[in-house]
Nanobody, 125 residues
Framework: EVQLVESGGGLVQPGGSLRLSCAAS????????MSWVRQAPGKGLEWVSS????????YYADSVKGRFTISTDNAKNTLYLQMNSLRSEDTAVYFC??????????????????WGQGTQVTVSL
């Protein structure tokens, strides 16, 4: 059974940092492509970042480029999102998701076959 379990969310002040984790199980994590997707209150899903295992390439939405870093630890089957210089507009539920096709190059427009339950990130004074 495929499982994705996020953790690491919380309340942080503007300018602060958080590191999100996504523990994966039930599939070959080292051969997968993964993304972080977020949903702000009252808004739709927004792609944040992706990482492709076959190439180690990483991609970011313009809104987070230079502030967020996506990475993986294949020994721990875990996906991470390091978030620095957080802003109020980063407030959202953050989901990790597995790309249905690990070679799908349509960055930000990928189809996903598994999602985590989400972790809340709130940036506020």
């Amino acid at each position: 059974e495929v499982q994705l379990v996020e953790s690491g969310g919380g309340l942080v002040q503007p300018g602060g940092s958080l590191r999100l984790s996504c523990a994966a199980s039930g599939f070959t994590f080292s051969s997968s492509a993964m993304s972080w997707v977020r949903q702000a209150p009252g808004k739709g899903l927004e792609w944040v970042s992706s990482i492709y295992s076959y190439s180690s390439d990483t991609y970011y939405a313009d809104s987070v480029k230079g502030r967020f870093t996506i990475s993986t630890d294949n020994a721990k089957n875990t996906l991470y999102l390091q978030m620095n210089s957080l802003r109020s507009e980063d407030t959202a539920v953050y989901f990790c998701a597995r790309l249905k096709n690990p070679y799908d190059g349509r960055v930000g427009l990928n189809e996903y076959d598994y999602w985590g339950q989400g972790t809340q990130v709130t940036v506020s004074l």
